[in-house]
């Protein structure tokens, strides 16, 4: 069923995107505010909380077309490379950057986030490196995010809250409730000269709370 | 006339309305010095624009039929219901009441409307659907809040389904010597109504002093009694279309408007205890479909119990 032609993989490829988009919109009227940034070109790593696997998606569905095409989600190639039909999804729907979690082996991730920096793209990433189950709005965030600002101090660090997912789509249903989900995007933040890791990550999450919007409930 | 005729006349007044609308904002746009936009200016426009997208659909739907009209209303209450549950409470023992709330409950009503199954659809969401959905969460076994999950799912339901249904159900109504015009009792309800709102927003935000309810609601005695005044005059001027008489079209214009106005303030009332100024973003310049369709909510149920008490 799946094709080795690389022209239909990419014709295939914006039709399964624009699909994406459209049952976005439909089910969440999903709507990006951009409270501490514009929708302009410019290299950003979003920083995001992650409750659920469509985070990712409802981020790089609100991003404007021109912002859409320069910005690659980093995730686990565990879950993407899992079955044909995700190895097609993440690496040519969404043009994940993939990597690898298993402690056992040594490619290093942030040689490939490094890399995809400096050939311009901007990035998608959850700092928490799993999915949220607590009543925490955070986990504690991992050092990748850190060592991207201190390696790439140019780039723009922004805090960004997906509301809502939680209730859209929790871990271990199947059938997602079509409630609104808005993706917030914050003021950028960079790492400070000779700013440690612990203070900068404590920083970064203070941050994304900060992006939340009002608690409703 | 026939009713297609009647419709297409009442169609062809709401864009006259419009287009002078559409006309004082530009004038208002131009009289701006060069390079200068007013914000008043540019809200009110937007507005219109919205009108007009509404006006539009909605007169398709009327020319379609029951069909058309009960599709339009499915895929309102489907954005309404998404934008009242979104602010309710509920926790993950709620996902399949709230999925079944979705994609069984809301379709199913308005199928037995648009088939005018009333034994059906007048009793299907406040007995079926309230005794139903509070048991599949109860399996889930999470009693923590639990009233409060299930009544503000129920009122959910209720407010985006039920009561939104009730617009496509005046269709299926049976009225003696109306020879089967009740499609134009739809026209009849939204045009008071929302005439009746619009009067009392512009005249109470004018010359409103005494607040209705002081902390929830912008409403003045001033506005309100404006608009209701409004809206049994245009009540009275379309009595033509209605099977109530000059006297009848008066009192349920005069229902219709004061059930909507109670509406909007009961709307305002949930806004204020979930700190939200609006129901979400879903129409340019107007907020959410419910800031938009609180008042024909209300009133729905109420004139077509009305009409079916007094007129069938």
């Known amino acids: 069923m799946i094709t080795s032609n690389p022209t239909l993989r990419r014709i295939a490829a914006r039709f399964v995107g624009h699909s994406i988009r459209l049952f976005a919109r439909f089910t969440t009227a999903v709507r990006a505010d951009w409270k501490g940034i514009e929708p302009v070109q410019r290299q950003r790593v979003y920083f995001a909380n992650h409750v659920s696997n469509g985070d990712m998606p409802m981020i790089w569905s609100v991003l404007p077309p021109a912002l859409r095409r320069q910005t690659r989600p980093v995730a686990a190639a565990d879950y993407w490379l899992k079955t044909p039909l995700r190895a097609f999804i993440g690496p040519e729907v969404f043009n994940c950057v993939l990597i690898d979690r298993r402690p056992e ?11 995809a920096i400096d050939e311009g793209a901007s990035l998608i990433i959850f700092p928490e490196g799993n999915r949220n189950m607590g009543d925490d709005p955070l986990l504690p965030f991992k050092a990748g995010l850190y060592n991207i600002g201190r390696l790439r101090p140019d780039v723009d660090l922004v805090p960004t809250w997906v509301a ?6 929790p871990k271990g249903e199947v059938v997602p409730l079509p409630l609104i989900c808005t993706v917030t995007f914050g003021t950028p933040i960079h790492v400070g000269p000779g700013e440690d890791k612990d203070a900068f990550l404590d920083r970064a999450a203070q941050a994304l709370l900060e992006t939340r919007p009002e608690d409703r409930v | 006339m026939s009713t297609t005729g009647e419709l297409i006349l009442l169609t062809l007044g709401a864009f006259g309305v419009l287009i002078v609308m559409t006309v004082i904002g530009d004038a208002a746009r131009l009289r701006m010095p060069q390079g200068r936009t007013s914000v008043m200016v540019e809200t009110y426009m937007t507005r219109v624009q919205s009108w007009w997208a509404m006006v539009i659909l909605l007169s398709l739907a009327l ?16 954005a309404a219901l998404r934008e009242f549950l979104t602010l309710t409470t509920k926790s993950r023992a709620d996902h399949w009441a709230l999925a079944l709330g979705f994609f069984v409950v809301l379709p199913l009503q308005f199928i037995f409307v648009g088939f005018g199954w009333a034994g059906l659809f007048t009793v299907f969401v406040p007995v079926y659907a309230f005794l ?5 969460s109860a399996l889930r076994g999470n009693s923590d809040r639990f009233l409060m999950r299930v009544a503000e799912t129920q009122w959910g339901l209720m407010i985006a389904v039920y009561c939104l249904s009730h617009v496509p159900a005046l269709m299926t109504l049976n009225i003696d010597g109306y020879g ?61 279309i209605t099977p109530f008489g000059l006297w009848g079209a008066i009192g349920m214009a005069a ?20 700190g939200v100024r609006d129901w979400s973003h879903l129409i340019p310049g107007q907020g959410g479909l419910i800031d938009q369709l609180d008042s024909v909510i209300f009133a729905a149920p109420i004139f077509y119990h009305l009409s079916h008490l007094v007129w069938t």
């Open chain 2, 132 to 136: 139903l959905l509070p048991v599949i």
């Open chain 2, 255 to 274: 229902a219709a408007s004061t059930s909507g106005m109670a509406g909007n303030i009961v709307f305002a009332a949930i806004k204020r205890d979930r």
């Open chain 2, 63 to 78: 020319l379609l039929g029951v069909a058309g009209v009960s599709l339009l209303f499915a895929v309102a209450g489907f």
């Open chain 2, 180 to 240: 089967g015009r009740e499609v134009l009792l739809i026209a009849f309800l939204v045009i008071v109504v929302q005439a009746g709102d619009l009067v009392d927003l512009y005249f109470g935000r004018r010359f409103g002093r005494r607040k209705i309810a002081p902390g929830i609601s912008p409403k003045t005695v001033e506005g309100v009694l404006a608009g209701l005044a409004a809206a049994v005059a245009i009540g009275a001027v379309l009595n033509w």
């Open chain 1, 105 to 115: 082996v040594d490619d290093k991730p942030m040689d490939k986030i490094i890399a």
């Open chain 1, 164 to 169: 809502n997912l939680n209730h859209i789509m």
